[in-house]
Every structure is written in C-alpha cells, then in structure tokens.
C-alpha cells in the first residue's frame, strides 16, 4: 500500500485514541480528523487496486471532488435551512442539527468545509475499491430507458429538488437524498459522461452496485463516528425518530445509498458544465 494509506490508518487511530482518552481538541475535530484518514486510506487502496487515484494519479480530480463536495453539501444544508427561515421553528426543529460547535466563527466555518470536503473523495473511493474487489463483474439484462423516460424522470427530478423548498415539511426530507440522482444522472447519460444509468444499457451494473455499497459503508461510518464525536449531529424526523442506530434514525440508513447516486451523478455532471476533460475512472 502506498504511504498515504498508512498515514491514513495513522489518523484514524491517533484520533479514536485522542477522543477515547478525553482529549477536548480531538473530540471537537474529531469528524474531520478520522475523514481526512479514511481518505487517506481508501486513495491508497484505490491506488494499489487501479493504479489511479486522487493522491497519486489524479491530484487535480482530488481538488475539484473536494470543492463539489463541499459546495454541494451547502446546498444540501439549504434544504435544513427553510424550517428556519420558513417555517418559523428555532433551531431544534431542523431536519438535522450540530451540536458542540466551535465558538469562533471562522474556525467554524473551517470546520465546515474541511468536513464538507471528504463527502464526495469517501464515497467515490469507496466505489472504487468495491468496484475493483467485491463487484468486479456484475452483469445484468441490458437496460435501455426511452427518450420519454429519461424527460420523465429529470422532471421528477426537478420537482423532487423545488418542492422540499416550498412546502416545509420532514416528511418530504428523503426527497433531498434522490432529487440530483432523478434530474441529472439521465441528463448525464444522454451527453456521454460517466453514468451507471447508461451502463445498465450496455448489461453493466458493477458500478451501481458500487455506489450503493459505498453509500452504505460511509453511512454507516459517518452515523458511527459522529455518535462519539463532541461536535455531531442528530436528527428530528416524524418517522421512527425515537428508533435509532447511533444518533441515526433505523430507516435514515435506507437514504445513504441513493445519496451515493446523488452525489455521483452531482459530480459528473459538474465535471461536464465545467468541460474538465476526460473524467478518470473513478469509481
């Protein structure tokens, strides 16, 4: 394994030991702490599995995964915000809230958007490892969606993004989680970038497999760590809220896997409005 993996591995225990031992600084950065580890580690896998990773082949792919990742993660934080700003409810109301913050703003804020950042690397790296070991070859009836399907489902899309806007209400927050996938994953497919929906097209289903494998492993590590960290989240849903695994809500899980879709199809779209190139083979 490349050394950035051990440096990984590295990050990850040191944190876990720093926050087990009652260290106030680790337990407050533990989030992004143990992420930028798990990074570290999974680009090593990917890079031993592929020979291609953000570390070691494709720094500046790194980069424009982290800055999506993070402005996309904002967006997402848009959708909490309209139960404030719209719906009149203090700050418990929120879909989901932080707790334990940094006081001083601009420490916050960088809190933020280190954390923001390791969305997208974890979860397409995580793809990728899976990709390369457990669905290397997972092969299906080719699948083909009508032009009147694919218009069908980015205008499901669309009114699956505005509507959680307009109408304040938890019980339409899993729309947030599938709204990008709908609208832009056929818009994807249709221009030629990377899509899982097209490769179902071609009897390839190895990478949706993937994606949703690897929603589920970070979901799971994401609700994990956050339940020890000082700074965390927790959740206010109408639906089994009281039943959780850590701070996450039993049927919350069911949402990582189309949010790994999201998040992918969010990112190669970018890539495409951007015109970065060709995209690397990621997962």
Known sequence: ???????????????????????????RWFTPLVWTGYVLFVDALAARLTARSYFTTDRVEGVLAALASVGAWWLFELYNAPRFWRGGADAAGLWWRYHGLEPNLFLRRVGYDWSFATIFPALLLTATVLRATLFRRVRVKPWRLSRGTLRALVAAGAVAAVLPLVVVSAWLVPLVWMAFALLLEP?????????????????????????????????????FWNYWAATRWTYSVPYLGDVKI?????????GFPPFALECFAMYHWLRGVLRAGPAPPLP
């Open 246 to 254: 850590f701070e996450m809500p039993v049927l919350g899980y069911l």
């Open 1 to 27: 394994m490349k050394p950035h993996g051990w440096v990984g591995i590295a990050v990850v225990l040191t944190a876990e030991a720093a926050l087990l031992g009652g260290q106030p600084l680790a337990a």
């Open 187 to 223: 818009l994807n497919a249709r221009a030629g970038r990377p899509s899982w929906l097209a490769d179902l097209g071609r009897g390839d289903a190895s990478r949706l497999a993937a994606l949703l494998g690897a929603g589920l492993v970070c979901g799971v590590l994401w609700e």
